[in-house]
């Protein structure tokens, strides 16, 4: 194919720009309209402005799902890749982020240590490694319990501070307590397929696990995309693992209509990663902030609205670095997710191949706890819990909890209500 001119592909971006820009703010306008129209005739109270801003959020949500946003969305990425391309934007970023990762191992003894559970390192290869966190009480259960994190943001979500950590309420209740950080990613691993991942990566960090341990099975514990990994591995080698909970895991892309989920299927995977290699956290953190500016924005006056404690402060703070703390996605990973999950749903129809493996949701016959947030609007409820009827075992549980995706990991709600149900139903088979 004959390579396009500078000024054709410049004019092919501005284009793209024109079209994705004018679609954006028309939606936004058009949910500003519709949520204004639902304001009573009445003096403004803090209950007309909630009013409003559901409304606003709904109607936004609904604009931003349509088929001709997400199209131009993808377009006007298509269009900036080539001219990145062009350009030799990509090479540049790629010595970036090697530049970014080496830099980031600096920053991760401070981050990795303040207002997290005591923990050793077990360093292991392609730059990930296994946090053993430190007994605080005397160990109850045999079974080690192994974290499986996303891709996506950084592993200490579950231990983020010391009152709402899920890692620290296991540990209370006596559970020997794994977890996996993959690291910050460089250029070196950008080939590193599912296959990798759950073959090699998860396989030895289980036995690792098991032989730190002198256990013979273990309990995985997948959160969100690290759920992806756990039920494969789960699936072909259910004799290793006693128990498995899957936590906000996204699995079933055809009965939910989420706007992440839309935008991640109309994005050429292709055209991304074999342009950029692996993929860029920011891209992930600008597609959240996409969905709903306003509450981007809008949620520190909101909370600073309020008299704050330094505590409240401190987690808030903590939950906002957490959210924006997005490592790069490994570029093949990244492909094969989307490609063979988000738009073709073979996860859940067992049709996904990882090597000579294929995962089939039928070989878990194990205890499986499948916890889903019934307000996450990241992985929504229907992706999640459909696995439920698929999954052979005679042992399963569902618990549908009223947040969001994050809220069933640090809010006050869910630590006074629903990992208490967690622990006893993992304690009882432990």
């Known amino acids: 194919m004959q390579k396009q001119s500078f000024t054709t592909q410049y004019y092919d971006y501005l284009s793209k720009w024109n079209t ?12 500003i309209s519709k949520s204004s129209s639902s ?9 007309t402005i909630d009013v409003t801003r559901k409304s606003f959020d709904k109607t936004l949500r609904g604009e931003l799902r349509k088929e001709k946003f997400c199209s131009s969305l993808a377009d006007y990425l298509d269009a900036t890749l080539s001219l990145f391309k062009y350009f030799g934007i990509n ?47 005397k160990k109850r259960f045999a079974t080690p319990i192994l974290v499986v994190y996303s891709l996506i943001n950084r592993h200490y979500i579950l231990d983020l ?10 540990l ?23 296959e990798d991942h759950i073959q090699h990566c998860v396989d030895e960090s289980v036995k690792k696990v098991l032989e730190v341990s002198g256990q013979q099975k273990i309990s995985l514990f997948g959160y969100c995309w690290g759920g992806i990994f756990a039920l494969g591995y789960a699936s072909i080698h259910p004799e ?24 991640t299927r109309h994005i050429d995977a292709d055209h991304l990663v074999d342009t950029l290699g692996n993929v860029p956290g920011s891209l992930i953190n600008m597609a959240f902030i996409l969905r709903n500016p306003v509450d981007a924005v809008l949620k520190y006056w909101t909370f600073f609205s309020k008299p704050r404690n330094p505590e409240e402060i401190m987690q808030f703070f903590a939950i906002e670095t957490w959210l924006y703390d997005s490592r790069p996605i490994i570029g093949e990973i990244y492909r094969e997710i989307v ?14 191949n990882v090597g000579s493996e294929k995962i089939d949701l039928n070989n878990l016959t194990m205890p499986v706890l499948n916890i889903v947030g019934l307000k996450d609007d990241l992985v929504p ?50």
């Open 172 to 194: 209370e209740q006596g559970f020997d307590v794994y977890a996996t950080d993959w690291a910050t990613p460089d250029s070196s691993i950008k080939k590193m397929t599912l």
């Open 20 to 31: 994705f820009s004018l679609e954006y703010y028309s939606s936004f306008f058009n949910s």
């Open 339 to 352: 490609n063979k999950i988000y738009k073709k749903n073979l996860l859940i129809k067992n049709e996904l």
């Open 91 to 137: 090479r540049s970023y790629q010595n970036f982020m090697d530049n970014f990762a080496a830099w980031n191992k600096l920053l991760e003894p401070m981050r990795d240590n303040i207002n997290r559970s005591p923990s050793e390192i077990i360093k292991m290869h392609d730059g990930f490694q296994i946090i053993h966190y430190k007994p605080i009480v």
């Open 39 to 47: 304001i009573p005739n009445k003096r403004i109270s803090k209950e």
């Open 240 to 263: 290793i693992v006693k128990n498995l909970i899957l936590h906000a895991t996204p699995i079933d892309f055809e009965k939910s209509d989420t706007v992440i989920e839309n935008f």
């Open 161 to 170: 501070f010391p009152k709402v950590s899920v890692i620290k309420n296991l």
């Open 381 to 430: 409820p229907e992706s999640s819990r459909s696995v439920m009827n698929n999954i052979q075992s005679t042992d399963k549980q569902l618990i549908e909890f009223p947040t969001g995706h994050v809220g069933l990991c640090i809010s006050k709600k869910a630590h006074a209500k629903l990992w208490p149900d967690v622990t006893k139903w993992l304690g009882k088979r432990s």
